[in-house]
C-alpha cells in the first residue's frame, strides 16, 4: 500500500484566500484523522471521521474551518478565509479500529498564509 | 482536561542510553503510545503500553506506571539517525478514540 497520501505537499497562499488540503486514508481503514501541528502547540487534533462520519469536530478552531469525507478514499480539510495564523503543518492519519491507536500519517501539509 | 508533559530538548552522544521522560493527568487512561518524528516527516508509531512495566522492542523500551501517571522511552546503542523528536501520546477513553499528543522531546544524538 502506498500509505496515506496529502495534497499538496506545501501551499502558499495570501490572507483571505481559500485552502483545501486533500487526503487518501489507507485502503480498509475505517478512521480518519486530521491534525495540526505548530512549534507551540504541538499536534492538535481538529476532527475525526469513523466509516465516513463525522465523530468529534471540537478541535476545529473556528466556522472558517470545515472537513468532509465523501467516501472511504477521500478526505477534504477546508479553510475560508485562510489567516496567518492558519500557518501550520497540518497531518491527515488514518487506522484501523481493531489495532490500538496506530495511527498512520501522510506527510502532511506546509501551510503558509502571508 | 488532558496535559502530557515531556521535556522539550535532550542532547546524547551516540552508543550511549537515553530516557526520555512522559507525565500525564488525563480525564481517563487506555493507553500511552511514543511515536518518532523526524525533521520535515511525519509521525510513526513505536510504543504501546496499556498495563504497567516494561515493553521491549529491539533498542528501544517503553515503560508505564499508571498510578504515577509516568512513562518514559529507552532507547540504547544510540545510533545518528535516532536524532528526532519523540512524541508521547495518551488515549483517554475506550474504543478508537483519538490520542491526544504531547509536544514532543527533540533529541539530538551526537558523535
Known amino acids: 500500500d502506498a500509505g496515506v497520501i496529502q495534497s499538496p505537499r506545501h501551499e502558499v497562499t495570501e490572507m483571505g484566500q481559500e485552502v483545501t488540503l486533500r487526503c487518501k486514508p489507507i485502503s480498509g481503514h475505517d478512521y480518519l484523522f486530521w491534525y495540526r501541528q505548530t512549534m507551540m502547540r504541538g499536534l492538535e487534533l481538529l476532527i475525526y471521521f469513523n466509516n465516513n462520519v463525522p465523530i468529534d469536530d471540537s478541535g476545529m478552531p473556528e466556522d472558517r474551518f470545515s472537513a468532509k469525507m465523501p467516501n472511504a478514499s477521500f478526505s477534504t480539510l477546508k479553510i475560508q478565509p485562510s489567516e496567518p495564523r492558519d500557518s501550520a503543518v497540518y497531518f491527515c492519519?488514518?487506522?484501523?479500529?481493531?489495532?490500538?491507536?496506530?495511527?498512520?500519517f501522510g506527510s502532511g501539509t506546509q501551510l503558509s498564509v502571508l | 482536561g488532558q496535559n502530557i508533559d515531556q521535556p522539550t530538548e535532550m542532547t546524547a552522544t551516540e552508543g550511549a542510553i537515553v530516557q526520555i521522560n512522559c507525565t500525564y493527568q488525563?480525564?481517563?487512561?487506555?493507553?500511552l503510545f511514543w511515536y518518532q518524528q523526524h525533521a520535515g516527516e511525519a509521525p510513526t508509531f513505536l510504543s504501546y503500553n496499556v498495563l504497567d512495566g516494561l515493553e521491549e522492542k529491539g533498542r528501544f523500551s517503553s515503560f508505564l506506571s499508571r498510578s504515577k501517571g509516568y512513562s518514559y522511552l529507552l532507547l540504547k546503542e544510540l545510533q545518528m539517525k535516532d536524532s528526532a523528536s519523540y512524541l508521547c501520546?495518551?488515549?483517554?477513553?475506550?474504543?478508537?478514540?483519538?490520542?491526544?499528543f504531547g509536544k514532543g522531546t527533540r533529541l539530538s544524538v551526537i558523535a
Open positions: 492519519a488514518s487506522s484501523l479500529g481493531t489495532t490500538s491507536g496506530k495511527l498512520f
Open positions: 488525563t480525564s481517563g487512561f487506555n493507553g
Open positions: 501520546a495518551v488515549r483517554a477513553y475506550s474504543g478508537n478514540t483519538p490520542l491526544v
